[in-house]
């Protein structure tokens, strides 16, 4: 048995995009971070006050329309989501991302930019193993008719559902098993979807500023508008355990078992992590162990305080 080392990037590793909702020019930055670091915001751009922000659950202070930190100074940092996916899915565990805005960039809408920019520079491994949270018995939140749950199994695994009314998405059910050498081609390049009304609904509100064919899928009506088609048959679903996967990676280590996803959104993920640290029975840290080795896992020494890290 091989327990998994800690990874950070190689070097710092910079990208530039426009955010989804603002519309405006932003710098993202990955700096190495030092073992046991975990994963830390910092917006360059604030000087007067406490510029770092925690990429951990309980800093989630809005979900709406996609996933924002907040630190207690109030400085924030939105739209983390497909960022958090590439870091989860690649398994780095310590970083900087230093932005100089309020916004992550958009991209393509996908995760995929962030994993190339990642693949430029490589990882290193770090001393310390990897902690992971290993689920031990099922909980389930629940919102109308949407749910979200976690429950034991080997590895990490996604099911999702999805269903609209739109004849260009409908019904889609999609289950993924997420390893570090399968994310990219599985996962990362899914983009974020959405609806003709509902941009424009944005844009009269200030928001989705940035939003264009070039980093979203936008259905219009039962027809998809973008005339290069989609990336994957199920690219809707795929999105969706996309979002889930990086909004998981602020439980502030990976997960060991299996998500459940019906018509969840941030929120509901979100309610979820909250919903599993309360209920101390049903997860417990444990040494991550190389996935060729199967995915087993050994358990975390008793040295080690059992609660979330921030």
């Not at 199920?234 to 909004?247: I, P, Q, S």
């Not at 979100?270 to 199967?294: C, K, M, P, Q, S």
């Not at 896992?297 to 609660?307: E, T």
Request: glycine letters at 10%; one cysteine or more.
């Amino acid at each position: 048995m091989v327990l998994e080392a800690q990874k950070t990037v190689a070097r710092r590793v910079a990208l530039d995009g426009i955010g989804l909702h603002t519309g405006s020019a932003v710098r993202v930055c990955l700096v190495p971070a030092s073992s046991d670091h975990g994963i830390i915001f910092r917006r360059v751009d604030v000087t007067d006050r406490d510029s770092l922000i925690p990429a951990h659950f309980d800093h989630v202070r809005d979900a709406t329309l996609c996933t924002t930190l907040v630190n207690g100074a109030g400085v924030s940092v939105r739209t983390v989501e497909h960022l958090m996916a590439a870091l989860s899915g690649l398994h780095i565990d310590n970083v900087v991302v230093e932005i100089d805005g309020p916004e992550l960039p958009i991209l393509d809408g996908s995760s995929a930019p962030f994993v190339e920019m990642i693949e430029r520079v490589g990882t290193l491994d770090q001393r310390p193993p990897r902690r992971a949270i290993k689920i031990l018995k099922r909980v389930e939140v629940r919102f109308e008719d949407k749910f979200a749950a976690l429950e034991p199994g080997e590895g990490f695994g996604i099911d999702f559902e999805i269903d609209f009314p739109s004849k260009a998405i409908e019904r889609r059910v999609g289950s993924y098993e997420v390893t570090r050498e399968g994310f990219g081609a599985l996962l990362s390049g899914a983009r974020t979807f959405g609806f003709r009304h509902e941009v424009e609904y944005l844009r009269s509100k200030g928001l989705a500023l940035g939003g264009s064919l070039d980093n979203a899928v936008v259905v219009d009506g039962d027809a998809l508008m973008n005339p290069e088609g989609l990336r994957f048959d199920d690219e809707f679903v795929r999105h969706k355990a996309l979002d889930a996967l990086g909004d998981l990676y602020l439980a502030g280590a990976p997960i060991i078992g299996r998500f459940h996803g019906y018509k969840s959104g941030h929120a509901l993920n979100n309610r979820l992590l909250h919903a599993l640290f309360a209920d101390r029975t049903a997860w417990t840290y444990v040494a991550a162990v190389e996935e060729i080795e199967g995915g087993a896992a050994a358990a975390w020494p008793d040295s080690v305080v059992a609660s979330p890290a921030v």
